[in-house]
């Protein structure tokens, strides 16, 4: 039997608003630029998501507090990385301030130098095509020159957690 839900409005705490987008599952993504200066960025996403598959698009949003943003903004490419079921740790360490985020990892080399992370369930190189303002978050649009995947399981995000596709 179903539970009964309660209605809020926007006028209600975002920690209910969270609690709400929360219930749409989704995976987690990395996504990465290296700047004309050769240094290498990169962040956690749940934002991502297709959008167009001719001409061939890609949706993530970018919280206007990031410290990346000015780079995305001025990118001519990023690269955005599908994490495997196993790489939970991966996405934790690309939301934690002062982590070395990249060291020891195997990376590849994609468009623009967007580094390319190992073991991800897929990877999407990108042409930084548009950008729009949505509210303190800049919504990307990318379009994809370049992608490969496996048939790997993904890590999956929902309700404020770490989860795995069942059996
Ligand atoms: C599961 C998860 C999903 C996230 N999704 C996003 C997102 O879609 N957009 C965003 O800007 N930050 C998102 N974040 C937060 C960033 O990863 C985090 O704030 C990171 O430290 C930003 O780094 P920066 O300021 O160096 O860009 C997410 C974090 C987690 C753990």
């Known amino acids: 039997m179903s539970q009964s ?14 609690s709400a987008l929360g219930r749409y ?4 993504a990395v996504v990465t630029l290296r700047t004309p200066a050769g240094e290498l ?3 956690t996403v749940n934002s ?6 001719a001409p061939p698009l890609v949706v993530w949003s970018l919280s206007s507090a990031s410290s990346s943003m000015a780079a ?6 990023y690269a955005i990385n599908v994490l495997a079921a196993g790489q939970q740790d991966l996405s934790q360490r690309f939301a934690s301030r002062g982590e070395e985020r990249f060291g020891g990892l195997a990376l590849d080399e994609g ?4 580094p390319l992370l190992p073991g991800c369930c897929a990877r999407f190189e990108c042409r930084n095509a548009t950008r729009h303002t949505g509210g303190d978050h ?16 993904p890590l999956i995000y929902f309700g404020g957690a ?6």
């Open 138 to 153: 800049v919504v990307f649009i990318g379009e994809v020159e370049r992608f490969d995947y496996r048939e790997d399981e």
């Open 72 to 77: 995305f903004e001025a990118s001519e490419y």
């Open 111 to 114: 468009l623009g130098g967007a």
């Open 162 to 167: 770490y989860r795995r596709l069942a059996a």
């Open 25 to 28: 599952a989704t995976g987690i």
């Open 48 to 53: 991502f998501n297709s959008v167009s598959l």
């Open 5 to 18: 839900s309660i209605s809020f409005t926007a006028a209600d705490s975002g920690r209910e608003f969270r």
């Open 41 to 43: 960025l990169g962040l």
